[in-house]
């Protein structure tokens, strides 16, 4: 249940209008970030001034005409750089800044420039940027046309900061500039990397109402102020896509002209020069079109009269226009849909007000500080509700609300227990008296009409409705005219036929209410949610958003009893809590399938439940929960997942990713503290409660994290608690202060914990020694410790290994991937109390640190990197120690010369080592004579894999040759991917039937051929028929064809380790076992079995008669399902023993096998 960690770029922490973009798609960043020269907008106003002087005193390329002072003289840092590359193609631009910093003494930026020149040098496109525009000159009456259209254009767009100019007469209400917007808006058309030039769409993404319709007319007002671009946008027009949305044909000519004063012949010149001309395109979600997918339906032609669809498809893919700029803004759940007709676009997503902006909306909108606190206060311990106010309109909507309570002297929590209900007390306040109160059915039947708009609206994913829509939820005229009234609902703009809901939050309230409803007269008195419609609501999509995320949050907020009072007593209407049950049957099932995507971060059903604020329905929710996976970037998250664990009683795992930027802790108290950081870190001592408050919690994974000192010391006195049962602790990817001293005192001070995993973490030198000195500590019962890629200089490499010595509860260390610097001298340590030693990355004279006196146990040196010296140093290691089990030095440049040293060993001394992996050695047939001699002499030795070794037929014939003596006591085998063809078939065919012992065989991917397969299959077969018959696929889960691997219950069980994969099906009379290449059914006396064999890319049967298998029926190759029935009691097996044979459990003979003949 989890999601993946935000990791917001450090250069945007200036400018918290903005946020990482859109993950749709790869190439979306911010204006900034991924623009030439941002340093340029840190140059401060007067060094700006300055840069401005000297750049005219720079000569152009000879095409273009000098710069001017009127172009440069209001011209901000975007718009300067932008002048820059048009009248400095290429790499001039770059020298031409350079030039100007080196005279102004800028050192440092003299260097930026010079490094981003080079990084961008190879995709520079000077010709790209050379096109200078063609000169435009209007007559005195096209002028006075445009002044004209550019008072309009002031007069309309200038009511947006107007105090009262939403929702309608309120006073109170006023509008807030985002920080950073100004920033934004000279940055919209800054040119790009790599190629170095201006992109020609540029898509502004957000949520419902975070200000994207703001952002356009403010790029209006200022370039109608001659503000935006002034040297190189002229004309800019903005549309709302409504406006190509009728039934009438028209061209993008009229289109433009009605904004013209009506001139046609202005418009058809302003279209004719498109470098000068920007396009605001909005309203998308309003769109009721279809936009065309076939090219040649659509238009160059601006003077042809076209379909809307047509008309807006050409402009978005720049099939009309291509050399306009072009400006989209859109909803997050409507990219999907536009970006296939885009061209390149420049992705920019917006997120509304931050943290601070929301508080400092806070402080202005209260005139008196303690009111302002007091409501700050409150909001910020409401998740949903604070997140809401990322839209200003929301913002100021709860504002008003929280003011109201505060004036009645009410408390805030107990009025407002969630967002929905701060909704309930707004839009009462909107409906009529007559409405709320009404004696009468109609009013009632009103409200459930605009509920039913709203709910049908949210299942299509629809935000604009017509006529047939209202009718459909029976709202006849004169109830769309209350409502319109009441401002509940607003017109369309461009079309007086279609409505839409005021805010998009009112349409999802709506939608959220209709399900709490009661209605008397019915005999069921509630709208029912079926199954279907509540998984809708829960779900997680992929990597896309929940549309439904904003109903179900009212939804669970209603069925809150404090809210559904509020909607009894403030909308006068009845609720029945009939869906409360279907909502709790649906989230407290066990999920099916993968967990949340990690793009999540969070389960949404977490959420949903901290509306609700009920303990008792969130505890039967959350009752089945057994592992969260719970990525916190923002305290919304951690505030969300602090009230949920709480109910997870029987949570088990728990992994935790907490971002860089998230602050759980107050911080330092000289510094301003963040608005309610205080709270932050009480939340997250809340989260760690569940350390001592859930018995079951035994698996904690810290991965992707960076903490203050003061978070990690909170989590760690949790860890330490007596009430702690934690077993296993893992950290991957964290800070270097997340692994601290506190940390691991969890060692000695929490009894329970047996392991604890570091990975990729690099280790301060006190936290090192504190690791050293805690093992050594008589309480420390820790049993394995896994080291991978935190690397640890020799000095404290060496304390490490002398404090193994003195820890007698250690059975298991990993040392991997660089935990050592190589070439360091370090001293012999004995660790007697080892049993696993696994992955060391070391040298010589670190390799033989831990192998003498191992106790019987594992040892892997896998993809170490060992020299000729380091396998002399393994090999007399190994002389002295005499208890080794288990040794690996898989993919190691071994070669036949460097195994020398280990057969010598490995024959002339008796170890009781019992596995020995040699998988990717580079070995070859030369050195099989050598392992047969092992073989011989060490019959302890019983499992071998030789995998991705070129053997070839050679060595393979003499491994067979030893297997078929009759005192070889190899159990295990492993010759996969080792080169060898059908030509050694025959010989081990001769192993599966006359071999005792032999119960693992893996020949996967090798070149058998179809025959060979065929002769394998049938000697395994013959085998192993047995009482308990299953069959099995192999270890390695490749696509590429295979024969399949056929297992048998055996009396005896296999020894550890030698077949990894190899589970038995035994102990009832009717067993079925599924796998990738067929089944067996056991049915009392017979066994049917069914086989699989495939090749060269097309999959194909083999029937269990080709195959060999006696009483088969016939059946011919590429049959749908093949059968074979096998006797209850085989006869006695080739060795001689009898009807209780040691049968073979397993033969692998796939993953890449090409069986043609």
Known sequence: MGDVKLNPDPSCSSSPLFSPPSPASSSSSLPYRNGVMPFLLSVGAEHLQRFKQLLLEENPSPDCSPLTWDQLKSA???????????????????????????????????????????????????????????????????????REYKARVMSEHSALWDRTSWPGNNVDFFYQEPWGEDTLLQCLLLPRKPQGRQPKTVVLLGDAAVGKTTVAKKVMLEWAEDKFYAHKVRFAFYLRCQEMDGLEERSFSELIACKLSGSLPLASRILSHPEHLILLLDGFEELTLTLINRPEDLSQDWDQKMPGPVLLTSLLSKTMLPDATIIVFLRFNLWKTVSPFLKGPSLITLTGFSTPERSRYFRSYFKHGRDADAALRFATGNAALFSMCRAPVTCWLVCSCLKQQMERGSSLPQAFPNAAAVFVHYLSSLLPTQVRHAVSETHQEQLKHLCSLAAEGMWKNQWVFGETDCSLARLDERDVQLFLRVRVLRRVAADRDLVAFTHPSFQEFFAALLFVLCFPQRLRNFEALDSFRVLQLLAHPGRRRNPLAGMALFLFGLLNDTSTLSVEQLLGCKVSPGNKRKLLKIAALPPDGDPPAPHHRLPQLFYYLHEIREEVFVGQALHECRKALLVISKIRELQVSAFCLKFCRRLQELELTVAKTTSLSPGPLPSPRPEGSDRNSLWWQEFCSVFRTHESLEVLTVKDSAMDTETVEILAAALRHPHCNLRKLIFRRVGSLVVSEGILRVLVENPHLRHLEIEDTKLRRQVTEALCSTLRHPRCFLQTLRLDGCPFDPTSGADLARSLRKNIHLKTLMLRRGCLERDEPCAPVLAPQLEKLSRLTWQPAAVSWFLPRLLPGAERLENCDLTSLSYRSLAFSLVSNRSLTHLSLAENALQDDGAKELWNILRNFQFPLQRLVLRSCALTSECCQDIVSVLDKNKNLTSLDLGCNSLRDAGVIVLCQHLLKPDSGLQVLELGECQFTSFCCPVLTSVLLHNCTLRHLDLSGNSIGLRGAKLLQNAALTRVLGPRVVLVSAPDQRPSPRLSAVQARSPTPGPAGSSPDCGLLGGSSHLTQEFPGGSVVNRGRQSIVTAKVGWAGAESRCSASALGVPGAAKQPIGSKNVTARIPQRPSPCACGLGSRPRVLRALFVEGGNRLTE
């Open 76 to 146: 901000r840092c975007g718009e300067v750089i932008h002048l820059l590359t048009e009248y400095f193609p290429g790499r001039r631009a770059w020298e031409v800044a350079r030039d100007i910093f080196a005279k102004m003494n800028q050192t440092e930026l003299c260097v930026q420039i010079q490094r981003e020149l080079n990084e961008i040098l190879p995709n520079l496109e000077p010709e790209a940027l050379n096109q200078r525009k063609r000169e435009l000159t209007l007559e005195e009456d096209e002028s006075d046309k445009i």
